[in-house]
Nanobody, 114 residues
Framework: EVQLVESGGGLVHPGGSLKLSCAVS???????LSWVRQAPGEELEWVST????????YYASSVKDRFTISRDAAKNTLYLQMNSLKPEDTAVYYC????????RGQGTQVTVSS
């Protein structure tokens, strides 16, 4: 079983940046790690995925060219660098072992507001 603990959220102005971290512990047969988010009143939305074998990365169109997913294998940590943030990026962000967010951490709040 994999345990996931997110951190790094906060309040940022539009156009600003944040870097989220996710500490990963335990074992899993899965080859990918993902970020998903949930805005107020909305369903979970897939954001990005990294294949931990190939390091290939995948992004939702809404965040492509603004967000970067990465992983530090030595630290067992997943990251999400978020640049050029927009108010519509406001959400609770979760790391997950699947793209649907079925096995995710407790989340970290990101608020983009002036």
């Amino acid at each position: 079983e994999v345990q996931l603990v997110e951190s790094g959220g906060g309040l940022v102005h539009p156009g600003g940046s944040l870097k989220l971290s996710c500490a990963v512990s335990g074992t899993s047969a899965r080859n990918t790690l993902s970020w998903v988010r949930q805005a107020p009143g909305e369903e979970l939305e897939w954001v990005s995925t990294i294949n931990i074998r190939s390091n290939n990365t995948y992004y939702a169109s809404s965040v492509k060219d603004r967000f970067t997913i990465s992983r530090d294998a030595a630290k067992n940590t997943l990251y999400l660098q978020m640049n050029s943030l927009k108010p519509e990026d406001t959400a609770v962000y979760y790391c997950s072992t699947d793209t649907a967010g079925r096995n995710r951490g407790q989340g970290t709040q990101v608020t983009v507001s002036s």
